[in-house]
């Protein structure tokens, strides 16, 4: 798992497939970039897991920009309450 910056992580589906690894990095909001909604359920295994799902199929004609103001927020709004965050997609990293 890659921390950019302070609470703000990047990894693959590695990542939400291991409640362990969120727990450890102290994460508990997941921004998920993918064309399909991820099968694990909120706070599934992470207590107050908080989650974003964004519908994008991982294609260069992909329109990310459109999602951007959203994301951001969720990004700012769990950083700012002390959460740790993990963004992740299908084929991220």
């Known amino acids: ?44 295994g992470v207590d107050g897991l908080r989650s974003l799902f964004v519908p994008a199929l991982d294609r260069p004609e992909t329109n990310l920009l459109s999602h951007l103001d959203r994301c951001v927020a969720f990004i700012e709004q769990a950083l700012a309450e002390g959460r740790a965050v993990l963004v992740w997609g299908s084929l991220q990293m």
């Open 1 to 44: 798992m890659l921390e950019v910056c302070p609470g703000l992580f990047l990894w693959g589906a590695a990542a939400v497939a291991e409640p362990d690894l969120l727990r450890e990095a102290g994460i508990t909001a997941v921004l998920t970039v993918d064309s399909e909604e991820p099968d694990f359920k909120t706070g599934a």
